[in-house]
């Protein structure tokens, strides 16, 4: 090769050198950028208060907000921010309501009993131990009612509500807050497949009264604690104490009675989260997940679940202490 050919040679590569050169400087800038608005997006939803957790992939990323149920108003957590957050997210994802039918409800109507009682004419007794039923009595007598005869699910269900009172005074759940955000700026929300409520009803009237015993002892220890707890659940949730909200007889209480505590559906509920987030996870952008805290941060949970498919989490502790991973290094 002559000089002369060497030389033209270059000089046709030079043009191909300098295009790509600039493609590849266009895509580090668009990369850039991309990865600028996905900081600004995560940092905007954790300025709100609410502990998050986040997963990064090469497509995107994927925010996990744990939710708790009935926040107080007392506690100090800004909302408008994860509003804010998720104007600008590429898709949410949401819990979804049980989808009951006219039919579910006149079936509820005309069967409530089923539900609501004891079956069989039985007693409260016939299925408490002495000292499941002192304490029972103890309540029953602290706010003048019988529940001899209501199912154990009813009574707990009423102590926590009515007697505790947890839900009274508080602020919308991060649920609410997220589903109004997305509405107003067209940002796509998916749901979990929804229970079809003939399903919820025959898996609850199923169920023998022994299954509802431990919701009925985590909610007399809720209601024995008083309201102190109710306050306390919010400021550690605030503070990202995660093992310490799990801890709480509050939300021991809610994450032991039923649907929760049913092995079939709490074992569904759990498995439609972690499918649901590892297919956003190899979606491109933002994605803002509200997932309840308890089936989050449960043992074996969603992120532990998560975590066993080699997902890297960024975020607070959500392991009792005795329980975390030692730290690398």
């Known amino acids: 090769m002559n000089r002369l050919t060497l030389t033209f040679g270059i ?5 191909c050198s300098a295009t790509i050169s600039a493609q590849d400087e266009a895509g580090l800038a668009q990369d ?3 990865s600028v608005a996905t900081n600004s997006i995560v940092v905007t939803a954790q300025r709100s ?21 009935a926040v107080p108003k007392s506690t100090p957590w800004f ?17 979804a309501a049980p989808k009951f039918s006219p039919g579910d409800a006149f079936r509820l109507i005309f069967s409530g009993g089923k539900f609501t009682k004891l079956p069989d004419k039985t007693v409260a007794a016939e299925y408490l131990s002495a000292e499941q039923r002192a ?13 001899d005869r209501r199912s154990f699910l009813m009574t707990s269900f009423d102590l926590l509500a009515r007697r505790l009172d947890f839900d009274d005074d508080t602020v919308k759940d991060a649920t609410d807050i997220v589903k109004k955000a997305a509405d107003r700026a067209d940002v796509p929300i998916t749901r979990p497949e929804r229970f079809r409520g003939e399903d919820l009803l025959d898996n609850l009237a199923e169920a023998p009264p022994q299954s509802h015993i431990a919701c009925l002892e985590a909610a007399m220890g809720a209601t024995e604690a008083g309201q102190t707890i109710i306050e306390k659940r919010g400021d550690d949730w605030r503070s990202f104490d995660i093992p310490a909200v799990m801890e709480n007889p509050l939300e021991i209480a809610l994450g032991t009675c039923w649907p929760w505590a049913d092995d079939e559906l709490g074992d569904e509920i759990r498995s439609q989260w972690v499918s649901m987030i590892s297919d956003a996870s190899e979606q491109t952008g933002v994605t803002l997940a509200v997932v309840p805290l308890r089936v989050l941060a449960e043992q074996d949970g969603v992120l ?5 498919r080699d ?11 005795a329980d975390a991973a030692p730290p690398e290094g």
């Open 32 to 34: 850039a950028s991309q």
């Open 311 to 321: 997902f890297l989490i960024g975020g607070p502790d959500w392991r009792p202490k």
């Open 304 to 308: 532990d679940q998560l975590e066993a």
């Open 79 to 95: 909302p408008d921010r994860l509003e804010e957050a998720t104007k600008e997210a590429d898709r949410v994802i949401l819990r």
């Open 11 to 15: 000089a046709l590569c030079l043009p």
């Open 49 to 69: 208060g609410a502990p998050m957790w986040t997963i990064h992939t090469d497509t995107g990323t994927v925010i996990l907000v744990g939710e708790i149920r």
């Open 135 to 147: 304490r029972l009595a103890a309540l029953e007598t602290e706010y003048d009612i019988d529940y």
